[in-house]
């Protein structure tokens, strides 16, 4: 008995082990794309570059700061657009899952989740660009939008499902209607993982290029305008990469790291939110 409770005991031990190295391996490859990015950008990184708007060719120096704000206004436009319709379908897919609109919205859901982004960036601009007549922020921020709704709708939909029933029926046993219940009990209950829907919506589209380049297209000038073309962070990266100038590499890995910075910033938010308003049951 002896020897076979040591022999567990050391399995256990390898197992747990084995966890762990797996564990840690998942985080090699971020340490070192954080690793490269931070010792190729850090050096671009100073408050002009931050604040002033692109040289044209051939001069050095220039700043991303037109990126800066356009990258904010997409991320803005998008998750006005998305939030609101993504929490309200989740919020059905939940409470009338059996309904025929309910199936079949859910397929629906599933099919745009799996729909390539070059594909969505398509289709924005046979929607939008095309019928307004020139690029623009809106319809960018209208692509990465169609991209963050699937992501919300199933993050929201897991959520309620884990709402406790005895808390459900509590409510509508006090006389609350369906509506109120909904609006009053259940959603403030379940804010964690609603905005942990958004926030992984928001990171995803983040660093999304492809939509742009049919919708946003660019814009070498500071722009608040949603009705004309915007540059950001992605689309400003890829041009400088592809580019054949030194200084346009140098300050792409710049580009790279302040978006890296501002995903990082946008997660440590949601921690914080997630935290505070987390129930437990």
């Given at each position: 008995m002896s020897n076979s409770l040591q022999w567990r005991i050391t399995k256990n031990s390898l197992f747990v082990g084995l966890l762990f190295l797996f564990a840690a391996l998942t985080a090699v490859p971020l340490v070192f794309i954080i690793y490269y990015i931070v010792s190729n950008g850090i050096s671009a990184i100073d408050w002009n570059f931050l604040t002033q708007?692109?040289?044209?060719?051939?001069?050095?120096?220039?700043?991303?700061?037109?990126?800066?704000?356009?990258?904010?206004?997409?991320?803005?436009?998008?998750?006005?657009?998305?939030?609101?319709i993504g929490v309200l379908a989740g919020v059905y897919l939940s409470e009338y899952p059996n309904t025929m609109l309910a199936k079949v919205s859910g397929l629906f859901v599933e099919i745009l989740q799996g729909i390539p982004s070059i594909v969505i960036g398509i289709v924005a601009y046979v929607w939008l660009v095309e019928p307004i007549g020139n690029f623009s922020a809106l319809s960018g921020s209208m692509a990465l939008a169609m991209m963050m709704l699937p992501v919300i709708v199933r993050t929201t939909e897991e959520t309620l499902k884990l709402f406790p029933t005895a808390i459900r029926e509590a409510s509508l046993a006090?006389?609350?209607?369906?509506?109120?219940?909904?609006?009053r009990v259940?959603?403030?209950?379940?804010?964690?993982?609603?905005?942990?829907?958004?926030?992984?919506?928001?990171?995803?589209?983040?660093?999304?290029?492809?939509?742009?380049?049919?919708?946003?297209?660019?814009?070498?000038?500071?722009?608040?305008?949603?009705?004309?073309?915007?540059?950001?962070?992605?689309?400003?990266?890829?041009?400088?990469?592809?580019?054949?100038?030194e200084d346009w590499h140098r300050q792409g890995w710049g580009a790279s790291l302040v978006l890296i910075v501002m995903v990082l910033m946008l997660s440590m938010t949601s921690k914080f939110l997630i935290k505070k308003w987390k129930v437990q049951y």
């Open positions: 708007l692109p040289k044209p060719v051939g001069e050095t120096g220039g700043g991303i700061l037109n990126a800066i704000v356009g990258t904010v206004m997409l991320i803005v436009n998008a998750s006005l657009i998305a939030a609101p006090l006389g609350t209607s369906h509506s109120k219940t909904i609006l259940i959603i403030p209950n379940s804010l964690s993982g609603i905005i942990t829907g958004i926030t992984l919506s928001i990171a995803r589209i983040t660093g999304e290029t492809a939509p742009l380049l049919f919708t946003a297209f660019g814009n070498p000038y500071l722009s608040f305008n949603v009705l004309q073309p915007v540059h950001s962070l992605p689309l400003l990266i890829f041009n400088y990469a592809t580019s054949p100038y």
